[in-house]
């Protein structure tokens, strides 16, 4: 049975929405890997550390963010410091 134009439409607004869905996830997927890779690199680098401490700060952050984010920042200002108290990374 040939489908009608309403049922082509559903159904190309269906694909429209799961390839939606699929980019979403792929972009937040790439965000998580390229965050951790950040991260850790921070946490070995002090000035690598200043940086990202600056990049935060100067994200306007909602509180749960801040609140979620909150022992990494303070592991990256100990490791920040750590430049000023040692003069290098």
Same mark, same amino acid.
């Given at each position: 049975?040939?489908?009608?134009?309403?049922?082509?439409?559903?159904?190309?607004?269906?694909?429209?929405?799961?390839?939606?869905?699929?980019?979403?996830? !792929?972009?937040? %997927?790439?965000?998580?890997?390229?965050?951790? *890779?950040?991260?850790?690199?921070? $946490?070995? @680098?002090? /000035?690598?550390?200043?940086?990202?401490?600056?990049?935060?700060?100067? !994200?306007?952050? %909602?509180?749960?963010?801040?609140?979620?984010? *909150?022992?990494?920042?303070?592991? $990256?200002? @100990?490791? /920040?410091?750590?430049?000023?108290?040692?003069?290098?990374?």
């Amino acid at each position: 049975m040939a489908l009608t134009l309403e049922q082509k439409i559903a159904e190309a607004q269906a694909n429209l929405a799961r390839l939606k869905d699929k980019a979403r996830s !792929e972009d937040t %997927r790439q965000k998580i890997v390229v965050g951790a *890779a950040v991260i850790s690199q921070a $946490l070995r @680098s002090s /000035s690598l550390a200043g940086r990202l401490l600056a990049i935060l700060e100067a !994200e306007p952050l %909602r509180d749960h963010d801040k609140k979620a984010v *909150a022992d990494l920042i303070e592991r $990256l200002k @100990s490791k /920040s410091a750590d430049e000023s108290n040692h003069g290098t990374s």
